[in-house]
Structures are given as structure tokens and as C-alpha cells.
């Protein structure tokens, strides 16, 4: 899978990317990121990318210009394809697991970063297909969400992730939240492991483990837990 990040800052991409397990899928080469600086593609001779709204307001914006070259200099689309290109932006559609199960189908993305008061809308007019926010809170450009969106995308794709199985069994899948776990030692300043984990009776511990589910979905998202009512009664 490869990911193409549209950016005013690729090394904040590249830097972040090249750690822990992402880091390592890249070397792996069962994921690829390529981060384009669009002030490369700038034609003004001091590489500005920004210039100033028509009809006034606060701030400045991205040129259509540097943004619609920067994309086209991406090797697929040069050769005709369309991969998909997501537009970070806190308007967007807000992200989720079922997103990124969608996006890891694909086996090319491109993620467009804004900074400034935003872009010009010919560019997004021009080349998005998705806008996706990460949640309802104002950040400062979209290289964190994009990030995000890339590190959520990537561990659902084959080997990334050393437990094929760990992608399937954790929060979000059957809307609950993971169970408690514990590691050694048994007990740490008079904290006891609980029990059962210690009965080797795999049939009670399956059980306990989901009802702790059960109850710290119920505590922490009652709106999750609505859903996985709902779903277990109509099974
Ligand atoms: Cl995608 N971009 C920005 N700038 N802020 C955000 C966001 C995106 N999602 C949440 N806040």
C-alpha cells in the first residue's frame, strides 16, 4: 500500500513515520510513504505557496497552482490512475474504524494537507475525493490527522502488525471495548492480579474478560454500548 502526503512539511511525515511499527512496515516494504513538499512545485521565485483571499478575511491561502502540480507529479497519476485523495480538514467527514477498514482496501492514497486559512477551493474542487476530519477539535494543518489516518490504514494491511490476529480482537470490533490485562508480577504494592487469569481455566477466563468488556464499555461509552445491545439481540 503507499501513501502519498501532499505537505508544506514532508519532514514532519518522514520523521514521524520512520518509527516503531510503521517505521519498520516501511522497511518491510508492506507499506510505502511518500511525502511531496508543494512549495517544491511553486513558480513564484521566492517558492511562496500562500497569497491572500478574494474578498478579504482573516489570513492567507494555499494556491491552486503549486497544490494541482504537486498532485500531478505523482507517479500514478501521471499514468492515468485515480487513486484516492483525502482532504484533511475539521469540515470533513469525522474518521473511524469502518473508514479505515474502507481506505485499506485501496492500495494507493493521497493525503492533501492544508495550512493557512485553508486552500483554494479549485484545488479541492479539482482532485479530492474525500474530506475526513479526526475528531471535533481545531488543529493546525493536516499533517497530524494525516498521520493518523496512515497509522489506523496501516495495521489493517497483511503483516504489518506481527498478530494477525491483535487487528480483529480489539476495541471497536463487536463495539466493545477491550477487557483489563495483566502481566508480571502477580502482585505489585498489594495489587493483585485478578484470580481467574491465574486458573488456567480458559473457558471461565474467555468469560470474565468479556463481561469486563461488557462493563467498561457500559461505563466509558454508553453510546458503543447502545450498539452492541443491539447487535447481540438481533443475532
Ligand atoms: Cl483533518 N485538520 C485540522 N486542521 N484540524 C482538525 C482536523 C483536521 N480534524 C480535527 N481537527
Not at 469540515?91 to 494507493?108: I, P
Not at 493521497?110 to 493557512?116: D, Q, S, T
Request: hydrophobic share 35%; aromatic share 10%.
Amino acid at each position: 500500500m503507499k501513501f502519498n502526503v501532499l505537505t508544506l512539511f514532508p519532514e514532519m511525515i518522514n520523521n514521524a513515520m520512520s518509527e516503531s511499527i510503521i517505521g519498520r512496515a516501511i522497511t518491510n516494504e508492506l507499506i510505502s510513504v511518500n511525502a511531496i513538499n508543494i512549495r517544491d512545485f511553486s513558480k513564484n521565485k521566492h517558492m511562496k505557496v500562500d497569497d491572500y483571499p478574494y474578498g478579504g478575511g482573516a489570513g492567507m491561502l494555499m494556491q491552486v497552482q503549486p497544490v494541482v502540480d504537486a498532485y500531478n507529479s505523482i507517479e500514478s497519476v501521471k499514468n492515468g490512475k485515480k487513486p484516492r485523495v483525502i482532504y484533511l480538514t475539521p469540515w470533513g467527514n469525522t474518521f473511524n474504524q469502518d473508514m479505515a477498514k474502507e481506505f485499506a482496501k485501496e492500495d494507493e492514497l493521497v493525503f492533501l494537507c492544508g495550512h493557512y486559512e485553508g486552500i483554494d477551493e479549485r484545488a479541492l474542487d479539482m482532485i479530492v475525493t474525500d474530506f475526513v476530519s479526526i475528531g471535533d477539535y481545531v488543529l493546525t494543518g493536516g499533517e497530524l490527522p494525516a498521520m493518523v489516518m496512515i497509522d489506523a490504514i496501516s495495521r489493517l494491511v497483511g503483516g504489518v502488525l506481527n498478530n494477525e490476529t491483535s487487528a480483529e480482537f480489539e476495541s471497536f470490533n463487536n463495539n466493545l471495548l477491550e477487557h483489563p490485562q495483566y502481566s508480571r508480577p502477580e502482585e505489585y504494592d498489594g495489587l493483585k492480579v485478578p484470580q481467574v487469569l491465574l486458573s488456567g481455566h480458559h473457558g471461565n477466563i474467555e468469560k470474565w474478560r468479556l463481561e469486563q468488556s461488557v462493563e467498561r464499555t457500559k461505563k466509558y461509552r454508553p453510546d458503543l454500548y447502545e450498539k452492541y445491545l443491539k447487535n447481540t439481540c438481533n443475532k
